[in-house]
């Protein structure tokens, strides 16, 4: 139902609707008159009208007027900080003898804000009768604008409308922007205002005056955060990702560079759950245990170890699958963890180690000898004694038994050394190493070091018939003993001298009466062929660690060879 005056104030014209006095025939507008502030009133036919962009509707009963924005005609107006588009025009009708002028003046806002200030004509009072809101071209009922949040708030002249970000009726639109979720919110919103002029003889003419408007909002970054709540009791990180849109999809977790399979496996150790809160925002939580494999750890120190996760996180907006990234880095420290204390001292024939293992340092630390870690097994196969009483492990390992080095060797004594390592049982890194240097008492026997030096220890004396142990030799008839104490001789020589091959021989003839006899041994270095780093093409020999050697002795009477193996 119409009122009086119709005023609609769309995005890209405005528009009033006024009733004329019933006429039998449609009567014809002679012409429009424009009323300017400064009083300068100038006058157009219709068809100069219609030129200037006006569009002029007369019926029986109405005259509609339409101009488009930014007519030269119109004037902006400043009300209450509001930008308005005002037109005055006067419209004049001919009928007959008869001429009359009717007010088809009209404004509108030009900005979003929404205002709404009738003209006041001189006599007339103003009342409101009703405010009204709309979506998309339909009012809505007061129950359906309150139950959509939607708020109407007067003050003065100006009336205020919120509408909340993604309220129904209207739509959002999100994208990613320099790694940044950004959204928007757009609606088409209709504003009614309905009001009347009262005038001094009692009678009042309504008007309805709407306006239409399609309302957007800035991009607005939407940041996710994340905080840590974890407690370094449980031994498991918790971080928990907030603020995360309903379009949005947690695609990828890298911990510490390394991609979270993002399947929810059972016994996987770390869980990845959605949270949904009721006023409809989403989270997630993460839990991963301090022992993952992905996790960083430090022993820092005083009982001290330190956990840490670098944390990517990938969050990919659905269905146009596009990512964005939350960073974020959390440590825990867990007091009270201590490593193992190694111990050493020498014994008769070899070394003791004792390893007090504390609580905790179990999974930790792992004790190792070179690059294998110290088990059953590895004791088992080199003779060495592994035990555990209730807190400790020992560990003796008797001298000539491999891991052993061997420096400052003479006739009577020589130094052997041992070294055990405690690591980082996940990232192997050495964190300590404890070593011993012993003295022990020279015996027969064969050393040979890494750098590929030979020492034998040996006694030609208990060969028969006897040999002097001064006369002895290499193959090499120049390369002497380097000590000798009358029943032993020490020899040490190293891989490139002294015609030594990969075999080397020490022998001597003994011409005694008419028999011909000589003694021969030998003695061999065997170095893992991985160990071992430069083979003798450049004729320099070093290993990673040290051989073991074998000494095979020969005694030939007479073309008679007789083999006595003596490892
Ligand atoms: C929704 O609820 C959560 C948890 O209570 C709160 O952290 C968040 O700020 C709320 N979001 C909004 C938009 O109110
Ligand atoms: C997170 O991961 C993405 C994709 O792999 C990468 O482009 C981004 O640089 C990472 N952010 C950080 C802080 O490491
Ligand atoms: C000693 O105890 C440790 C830890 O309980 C165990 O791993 C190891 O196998 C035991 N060694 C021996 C020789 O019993
Ligand atoms: C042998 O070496 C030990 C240790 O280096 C040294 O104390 C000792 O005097 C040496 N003995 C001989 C006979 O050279």
């Known amino acids: 139902k119409w009122t009086h005056r119709e005023i609609i104030c769309e995005e890209d014209y405005m528009e009033v609707r006024t009733p004329i006095i019933a006429q039998r025939t449609a009567s014809s507008v002679w012409q429009l008159m424009v009323l300017q502030s400064d009083g300068q009133v100038s006058s157009m036919s219709i068809s100069e ?153 009692g009678s ?38 907030g603020n995360i849109p309903a379009d949005v999809l947690l695609e990828e977790v890298q911990i510490n560079g390394k991609q979270l399979m993002m399947s929810e496996g059972v016994g996987l150790g770390y869980s990845i759950s959605p949270i949904v809160h009721i006023n409809g925002s989403r989270a997630y939580e993460l839990r991963l245990p301090f022992e993952d494999t992905l ?76 690059h294998e870690p110290l088990t059953s097994q590895l004791a088992e196969q080199r003779g060495y004694r592994l035990y555990n009483d209730t807190q400790r492990t020992t560990l003796e390992v008797p001298v000539f038994s491999i891991g052993y080095n061997y420096e400052d060797i003479n006739l009577s004594n020589f130094y052997g050394t041992f070294k055990l390592v405690l690591r980082d049982s996940k990232t192997l890194e050495v964190q300590t190493s ?18 590929g030096t030979m020492t034998v220890v040996t006694t030609p004396t208990s060969t028969w018939p006897t040999l002097q142990p001064e006369g002895t030799t290499l193959l090499d008839p120049t390369c002497g003993p380097k000590q000798t104490d009358g029943a032993r001789v020490l020899f040490e020589f190293r891989p490139d001298s002294c015609g030594t091959r990969a075999m080397v021989r020490i022998q001597k003839m003994c011409k005694c009466k008419d028999v011909v006899q000589f003694s021969k041994l030998t003695v061999r270095c065997f170095y893992p062929l991985s160990g071992l780093n430069r083979l003798s093409v450049d004729r320099i020999f070093s290993s990673a660690t040290p051989g073991f050697g074998s000494v095979k002795v020969f005694k030939s009477i007479k073309g008679q060879s007789v083999i006595n193996d003596a490892n």
């Open 49 to 201: 009208a219609q030129q200037q962009g006006y569009s002029l509707t007369t019926t029986a009963h109405r005259v509609v007027l339409r101009s488009q924005y930014k007519q030269p005609h119109a004037e902006l107006i400043m009300v209450d900080g509001v930008p308005m588009e005002v037109i005055r025009i006067s419209l004049f009708l001919k009928q007959k003898l008869m001429v009359m002028m009717i007010d088809v003046s009209m404004a509108c806002t030009v900005s979003k804000f929404y205002t709404d200030t009738p003209e006041q004509e001189a006599g007339a009072g103003f009342e409101s009768r009703s405010v009204n809101l709309g979506v998309e071209g339909l009012l809505l009922d007061e129950p359906t604008t309150a139950a959509r949040g939607f708020s109407v708030v007067q003050q003065g002249h100006l009336i205020q409308i919120g509408v909340p970000f993604g309220a129904e009726g209207g739509y959002r639109k999100s994208l990613v922007e320099n790694s940044v979720y950004k959204e928007m919110y757009v609606i088409f919103l209709m504003y009614e205002h309905v009001f009347s002029l009262l005038y001094d003889d």
């Open 204 to 241: 009042s003419i309504d008007t309805r005056h709407r306006m239409l408007r399609v309302l957007d909002t800035p991009l607005l970054c939407r940041p996710p955060f994340s905080f840590d709540q974890t407690t370094s009791d449980d031994q498991v990180f918790s971080v928990y990702l």
């Open 295 to 370: 996790v960083y750890r430090m022993y820092l120190g005083q009982g001290v170890v330190q956990y840490s996760i670098d944390v990517n996180f990938t969050l990919t907006i659905m269905p146009q699958r596009a990512s964005y990234y939350h960073h974020t880095f959390i440590t825990a420290r867990v007091f009270n963890t201590f490593p193992p204390e190694i111990t050493a001292q020498c014994s008769d024939g070899g070394l003791t180690f004792s390893v007090v293992r504390p609580p905790r340092a179990e999974s930790l630390w792992e004790v190792g000898i070179n």
């Open 434 to 451: 404890t070593s011993k240097r012993c003295l022990f008492n020279t015996q027969d026997m064969i050393v040979c070091s890494a750098d």
